[in-house]
């Protein structure tokens, strides 16, 4: 049974950083689409960042790019997201994803790209 853990929410000021992470256990095979969502109060759930575990494709949503960095430590099963200046409008429910290991992921930021979901993790940004 695959299961996703995040951890490493908190509060913050804006302009701060947090380090997300995400670990993976039961996923047999090694090279699977990885992503982190978000979702604030009364808004949908929005694909931040993904990542191929076995290839070095990054792609990220417009409103993080050159803020935020996904990586993967494969040795660990571990999914990052360091977010750097972050904002109060990066105030959301932080979640990890993975893909069946058959996706092509022709859209990597959307969520029915994605089975495996973790529980979420908060991310408070105050101003």
């Known amino acids: 049974q695959v299961q996703l853990v995040e951890s490493g929410g908190g509060s913050v000021q804006a302009g701060g950083s947090l380090r997300l992470s995400c670990e993976v256990s039961g996923y047999t095979y090694s090279s699977y689409y990885m992503a982190w969502f978000r979702q604030a109060p009364g808004k949908e759930r929005e694909g931040v960042a993904a990542l191929y575990t076995g290839s070095d494709w990054k792609y990220y949503a417009a409103s993080v790019k050159d803020r935020f960095t996904i990586s993967r430590d494969n040795a660990k099963n571990t999914l990052y997201l360091q977010m750097n200046s972050l904002k109060p409008e990066d105030t959301a429910i932080y979640y990890c994803?993975?893909?069946?290991?058959?996706?092509?992921?022709?859209?990597?930021?959307?969520?029915?790209?994605?089975?495996?979901w973790g529980q979420g993790t908060q991310v408070t940004v105050s101003s």
């Open positions: 994803a993975a893909a069946d290991q058959k996706s092509t992921a022709v859209q990597p930021l959307a969520a029915m790209t994605y089975v495996y």
